[in-house]
Structure formats: structure tokens, C-alpha cells
């Protein structure tokens, strides 16, 4: 219960259920209307479990349909539902006059903007947080509640909020929704010719990697494909520079990360895992597992820490944008919820989405939990060197086709 009380979204939920109760109860003088007691107290307590409750709906339908616009369709219909509950009790409590609402298209009009307002600003809060602006969870918390206290303003029926709130609604949900759809229509289209990136942790490489990337290259004739994994990923570079995760240990060339004292009670902080091979071995294994499927001459490896821990996705993107001007650019993602991710910064840069459904059971968490036969033969070649019982030492030489790695440290460092 401590934890929880001292949560910085259990506080800002609570700052924001007061401005919400405060901009109701002033103008309609019902500060002491139990309708209103009873829903800013829900939205006090339910307030940090909302972008939570959006994002599993959101990743649920993505992962099943591979579908980016249905998916964010099921997030604003998940929104539309709750926004329409809490205004239904403010109008059952006298709060609201739906009278004022004509303007608006009425309860269901006015619900529909108020949820398109929220996707939007959540879906631009969440790019600034791709680009290191603030922290994606705080950031949702803080565009919710923003939206909150602004519907509020424009449900009372002050016609110039009102006015803003029919642009910004439309504005908001083209941003939040709509432009996923153009985007799924063209990713759908038979375009052919140019070049691909695949962007994603390959935590580590598996063969489902290899297979969709195969398929990826004949489906779109590519010419080439710059693959990059991340190097730390940019949450865990956020969260360990706030002190709110630690590196617990290092071993087998993985990374193991741990809460600390400081971890918010809210935040999921490791939701693929708290296990991480070290950059350089993921890509080495990338390498590898190219070499392993016979794809070497249609796929290029990049590994540029420097500009991923500057600018992330975006950077690598432009690198690639910058070495093949005047070429279509398609990026390759699955549908789990990393594949979500990539495909929201895809779509931000206008690069052409390639979905992958994931409908088989191999999974890189499976195989850091000892999964086998889900690696390709190197893959499986190199975490068995990285493993500490392995007989090596500091200096010791590893080669892989062409390509040789020095041990030091927990790392295959090439060279």
C-alpha cells in the first residue's frame, strides 16, 4: 500500500480526479453531489490502470489481426466505452445538461471527440517519449489527464472549448486512428522494389526471424535489407539513468535487470523480459543466423550504438533514408507488441509497414529459458561460448564465417 500511495501516478491521479471534481463542482456549485464524489474518486483510483488496461486491449488486437488501425480502433472503443460511462453518471447526477451538448453532436458526439482528443494526444505524448521526451508511462498519464480536465471544460457547455474540442477531437483522431488505416492500405498494396529495414531486440535471432525476413525480401523484390537490433532499449536507458532499475547481474552474456527501491508500483518496467543478451552479441548472432540461411548477399547488419543511444530508431532510420535517396524504403515488424512499437515509429518516418502475424509458438523469451531447435545452427554455436561454464578466457578468439570476435568481458566484440 506504501508503494502505491507513493507513486507518482497515484499522485497525479489523484491531482487530476481534483481538477476534474473542481471543474465540474464550481460552475454547477455541486461540490457536494455524491455522482461526482463517486466519479472522481473512480478516476483517482482507476486513473493508472487506464493507459495500462489501453495498451493490452491495443496489443491483444494487433497481435491477432496484424492490423495497426483495428487495433487502435479496439483502444478507442475500449476509451469511448469508459468516457461514455462516467459522463452517463454525471448526466444521471445532474452535473452535465445534455441541452448543451447539441453543439457537439450530444452525449454520444461529444464521447466520441472527448475519445478521439485522448488516442491522439496519448499517441503523440508516446512518439515524444520515443524521441526522449519524458517517460512513456508518465507521459500517457499526464495527456489523459489533460484531456480530462479539457472535456470537462467543453462538457459544461462553454461553447468556445467546445469549438476547439470539434477541431481538436477530428484533428486527434485522424492522429490516433485514421492514419493507421492509410498506412495499412498502403502496406497492403503489391508494391515491389527497393529497400528494407527490419528494426527490433532479437533477444536473441530465432529461426521465425529468418523466415519473415526470407518471405520479406521475394514478396517485395528488395534489392537489400538493413537489419539493427537495439542496442540498450530506450525505456531501460531512461529507466536506469532515473535509478528506478538496475542490472542485477551479468552472465551467459546476458544482462539481468531488477527493480530497485526507487521502481514506481505502476510501471511494467520489464514487459519482454529482464533478460537481455549484450548488444554485441545480438550482433554477432544476427551475423550468424544471415549467414546460417543463406541470406548474406541480400541483408547488411548494422550495428551504430552511437546513434541509437542518441536518437533510437528514428536515427537508424535516417541512416538508412540518407544511403539509398530516391529508393522505397519498407520496414519489416511483427505484430507483438515490439512489432507495435516499430510499426508506430514506421509510420512516423513514412516508411512503407510490412506486418508480420506471429502465429507460430517460437519466442525468443522461450529460448533464453532453454527452448531448443529454435535457433539456427551458429546462433546456437555462439550462446553455448557465451555461457560462463564454457572453458574461455578474456583475449580468447572466436570466427564465424568470415568474421572474427574477441571475447572480453561477457561480450564477442568483432575484431
Not at 471527440?113 to 526522449?132: D, E, H, K, P, W
Request: glycine share 8%; net charge positive.
Amino acid at each position: 500500500m506504501l508503494k502505491y500511495l507513493q507513486s507518482a501516478y497515484t499522485k497525479l491521479a489523484f491531482v487530476m480526479a481534483l481538477v476534474m471534481y473542481l471543474s465540474y463542482g464550481l460552475p454547477t456549485q455541486s461540490l457536494g453531489n455524491w455522482y461526482l464524489i463517486s466519479v472522481s474518486l473512480f478516476v483517482f483510483l482507476f486513473l493508472p490502470y487506464f493507459s495500462k488496461v489501453s495498451e493490452i486491449v491495443e496489443s491483444y488486437t494487433m497481435l491477432k489481426t496484424a492490423s495497426s488501425f483495428i487495433a487502435k480502433l479496439a483502444r478507442f472503443l475500449w476509451q469511448y466505452l469508459f468516457n461514455l460511462v462516467v459522463i452517463f453518471i454525471l448526466i444521471q447526477g445532474s452535473i452535465i445538461d445534455t441541452t448543451r451538448l447539441v453543439s457537439v453532436g450530444g452525449v454520444w458526439g461529444a464521447t466520441a471527440l472527448i475519445s478521439f482528443a485522448s488516442q491522439g494526444l496519448q499517441y503523440i505524448v508516446m512518439a515524444l517519449a520515443n524521441r526522449n521526451i519524458g517517460n512513456m508511462y508518465f507521459n500517457i498519464t499526464l495527456a489523459l489527464s489533460l484531456n480530462m480536465a479539457l472535456g470537462a471544460i467543453a462538457a459544461l457547455g462553454y461553447r468556445e472549448v467546445q469549438l476547439f474540442y470539434v477541431v481538436f477531437g477530428i484533428i486527434m483522431g485522424f492522429i490516433g486512428a485514421f492514419y493507421s488505416l492509410i498506412t495499412d492500405i498502403i502496406g497492403a498494396l503489391p508494391i515491389r522494389g527497393g529497400v528494407g529495414i527490419f528494426c527490433g531486440t532479437f533477444n536473441p535471432v530465432h529461426v521465425s526471424h529468418m523466415k519473415i525476413l526470407k518471405n520479406f525480401i521475394e514478396k517485395r523484390n528488395l534489392e537489400k535489407v538493413y537489419l539493427h537490433s537495439t542496442v540498450v532499449p530506450k525505456l531501460h536507458q531512461v529507466f536506469l539513468k532515473e535509478g528506478t532499475i538496475r542490472i542485477r547481474e551479468i552472465k551467459d552474456g546476458m544482462r539481468f535487470y531488477e527493480r530497485t527501491a526507487k521502481s514506481d508500483y505502476h510501471i511494467d518496467y520489464f514487459a519482454t523480459g529482464n533478460s537481455f543478451y549484450e548488444a554485441e552479441n545480438r550482433y554477432a548472432m544476427l551475423k550468424a543466423a544471415v549467414q546460417d540461411v543463406g541470406l548474406a548477399d541480400k541483408v547488411e547488419v548494422l550495428f551504430l550504438p552511437e546513434i541509437y543511444e542518441k536518437k533510437g530508431f528514428y536515427g537508424i532510420i535516417d541512416y538508412v533514408k540518407e544511403n539509398n535517396k530516391g529508393k522505397r524504403i519498407y520496414g519489416l515488424h511483427g505484430s507483438d507488441g515490439g512489432g507495435r512499437l516499430v510499426r508506430s515509429i514506421y509510420d512516423e518516418k513514412f516508411i512503407i509497414p510490412n506486418v508480420i502475424r506471429r502465429t507460430d509458438n517460437v519466442s525468443a523469451t522461450a529460448i533464453r529459458n532453454g527452448a531448443k531447435g529454435m535457433t539456427t545452427p551458429t546462433v546456437d554455436k555462439i550462446r553455448n561460448i557465451l555461457k560462463d561454464s564454457y572453458p574461455k578466457k578474456n583475449g580468447d578468439k572466436f570466427k564465424f564465417y568470415n568474421e572474427t570476435y574477441t571475447y572480453e568481458n561477457q561480450k564477442l566484440l568483432k575484431g
